[in-house]
T-cell receptor, first 116, second 116 residues
Framework: ETGVTQSPTHLIKTRGQQVTLRCSSQ?????VSWYQQALGQGPQFIFQYYREEENGRGNFPPRFSGLQFPNYSSELNVNALELDDSALYLCASSYPGRVSGANVLTFGAGSRLTVL | GEDVEQSLFLSVREGDSSVINCTYT??????LYWYKQEPGAGLQLLTY?????DMKQDQRLTVLLNKKDKHLSLRIADTQTGDSAIYFCAESSPVNYGGSQGNLIFGKGTKLSVKP
C-alpha cells in the first residue's frame, strides 16, 4: 500500500508568479485535502476534493485553486504569489467509508514553497 | 470562533512520562486528534478520540478528554529519544460528505524534547 506522495519537495518562486503542487493519494483513498503550514504554526485547511469536486474550503482567497483527477490525485494551484504564501503545503488523503465520522487523514511529506 | 491552544514546548528526560495538554473552543467538535510531526516530514496520526469517551489507551499513549472544560491531554509513558517531535492537537466535526467535510482545526503544536 503506497502512501501519499507530493511533488516537488522544495521550490522557490518570486512574487507574482504561479505555482502548481501535485499530490498522489494513498491507494484506496478517494478524498484529498490540502493544508498550509507556515513556519512555527499548525496546518490550516485550504480545501478538500471529493469525487473531483471541491467539498469545502477554508479562509483562503480564490487565487488558491485545485483539481482532483479521476485517479483521485490532486493539484493545488496558487496564482499571483505573495511573500506570505511561503509555507509547507501538505496534502492528505482519506476514505470516509473506512471509519465512520472521524476524518482519518494520511499526510504526505509536503512541498516547501519559498516566495522571494 | 474555533481555536485550539497548546503550550509550545515540553522537555523531559528519557524514561519519564510526558504530558502534552490542549484546550479547544468549538463545542460542536466531536472528534479530537493527536498528530506527530518529525523534522522534514508530514503529520502522522497517533490516535483520536470521540467526544463521548473520556479516555483512550493505545500502548504507551493515553488520551484523556474533559469535555466540560474542553481539555485534552496526551500522555506518553516511558518517553524515548525517538519521541522527540512536534505534537499537534486537532479537532473536527464528523465527516458527512455533501455536508461537513470534517476539516481539522490544528493547534500550533508542542515541541517535545527528550533528553538522554
Amino acid at each position: 500500500e503506497t502512501g501519499v506522495t507530493q511533488s516537488p519537495t522544495h521550490l522557490i518562486k518570486t512574487r507574482g508568479q504561479q505555482v502548481t503542487l501535485r499530490c498522489s493519494s494513498q491507494s484506496g483513498h478517494n478524498t484529498v485535502s490540502w493544508y498550509q503550514q507556515a513556519l512555527g504554526q499548525g496546518p490550516q485547511f485550504i480545501f478538500q476534493y471529493y469525487r473531483e469536486e471541491e467539498n469545502g474550503r477554508g479562509n483562503f482567497p480564490p487565487r488558491f485553486s485545485g483539481l482532483q483527477f479521476p485517479n483521485y490525485s490532486s493539484e493545488l494551484n496558487v496564482n499571483a504569489l505573495e511573500l506570505d504564501d511561503s509555507a509547507l503545503y501538505l496534502c492528505a488523503s482519506s476514505y470516509p467509508g473506512r471509519v465512520s465520522g472521524a476524518n482519518v487523514l494520511t499526510f504526505g511529506a509536503g512541498s516547501r514553497l519559498t516566495v522571494l | 470562533g474555533e481555536d485550539v491552544e497548546q503550550s509550545l514546548f515540553l522537555s523531559v528526560r528519557e524514561g519519564d512520562s510526558s504530558v502534552i495538554n490542549c484546550t479547544y473552543t468549538d463545542s460542536s467538535s466531536t472528534y479530537l486528534y493527536w498528530y506527530k510531526q518529525e523534522p522534514g516530514a508530514g503529520l502522522q496520526l497517533l490516535t483520536y478520540i470521540f467526544s463521548n469517551m473520556d479516555m483512550k489507551q493505545d500502548q504507551r499513549l493515553t488520551v484523556l478528554l474533559n469535555k466540560k472544560d474542553k481539555h485534552l491531554s496526551l500522555r506518553i509513558a516511558d518517553t524515548q529519544t525517538g519521541d522527540s517531535a512536534i505534537y499537534f492537537c486537532a479537532e473536527s466535526s464528523p465527516v458527512n460528505y455533501g455536508g461537513s467535510q470534517g476539516n481539522l482545526i490544528f493547534g500550533k503544536g508542542t515541541k517535545l524534547s527528550v533528553k538522554p
